[in-house]
């Protein structure tokens, strides 16, 4: 399995970004998947997540800003990320959901994409 993210950067308070994941290795359409983040110093946390038929959940703290989606056909998630704010940075990084992929035992991530927003 591959986790691929993308689409992170700096931004503004207030401002927007739309991240993506591409998966390849596993067949994509059965899955659930989440979002996940890290902040400097904290634990890592989900944000949001989507089942194989596009039911959603989010975090209280992002709910109303963030929308998580998916395009089975293309094996890739996207999170939209609108009015963000300084408590946003963080790596964020794509995996199943509730429990991410593991490979030979261990918990497998991708790279993530780093997202820091400016007061």
């Known amino acids: 399995v591959q986790l691929v993210e993308s689409g992170g950067g700096l931004v503004q308070f207030g401002g927007s970004l739309r991240l993506s994941c591409v998966v390849s290795?596993?067949?994509?359409?059965?899955?659930?998947m989440g979002w996940y983040r890290q902040a400097p110093g904290k634990q890592r946390e989900l944000v949001a997540s989507?089942?194989?038929?596009?039911?959603?959940n989010y975090a209280e703290s992002v709910k109303g800003r963030f929308t998580i989606s998916r395009d089975n056909a293309k094996n890739t998630m996207y999170l939209q990320m609108n009015s963000l704010t300084p408590e946003g940075t963080a790596i964020y990084s794509c995996?199943?959901?509730?429990?991410?992929?593991?490979?030979?035992?261990?918990?497998?991530w991708g790279q993530g994409t780093q997202v820091t927003v400016s007061p």
């Open positions: 989507i089942t194989r038929s596009g039911m959603t």
């Open positions: 290795g596993t067949i994509f359409d059965i899955l659930s």
């Open positions: 995996n199943l959901d509730p429990e991410p992929f593991k490979i030979r035992g261990r918990y497998y």
